[in-house]
Nanobody
Framework: QVVESGGGLVQPGGSLRLSCTAS????????IGWIRQAPGKGREGVIC????????YYANSVRGRFTISRDTTKNTIYLQMDSLSPDDTATYYC??????????????????WGQGTQVVVSS
């Protein structure tokens, strides 16, 4: 089971941290990532990090503003989002598995998905 938390309403320029906690398995050896879906649009892989931590991918739209991390002691992954803009409004899904390269996040083979948490950036 994978449970997300941390979404909500934030003003432009603000920050949010999303959390994704796994139970029943450990995620320390997995590729992890976050995918979002804006209203009326398809899913976008925004960020991922490989199981070894040696490869990280950031979509151009979030580079320099979003950070992904994992805490193996809590079996939790995080998405720190700073300098948020209305374009970041979307439902965010954590994902465990898939393939993370420097150019994109291939989520076709994701093993576990979070339930999704909504982020609304608005004044």
């Amino acid at each position: 089971q994978v449970v997300e938390s941390g979404g909500g309403l934030v003003q432009p320029g603000g920050s949010l941290r999303l959390s994704c906690t796994a139970s029943g398995f450990t995620l320390k050896d997995d590729t992890i990532g976050w995918i979002r879906q804006a209203p009326g649009k398809g899913r976008e892989g925004v960020i991922c990090i490989s199981s070894s931590g040696s490869t990280t991918y950031y979509a151009n739209s979030v580079r320099g503003r979003f950070t992904i991390s994992r805490d193996t002691t809590k079996n939790t992954i995080y998405l720190q989002m700073d300098s948020l803009s209305p374009d970041d409004t979307a439902t965010y899904y954590c994902s465990i598995g898939g393939r993370c390269s420097g150019s994109h996040y291939d989520a076709a083979s994701v093993d576990y998905w979070g339930q999704g948490t909504q982020v609304v950036v608005s004044s």
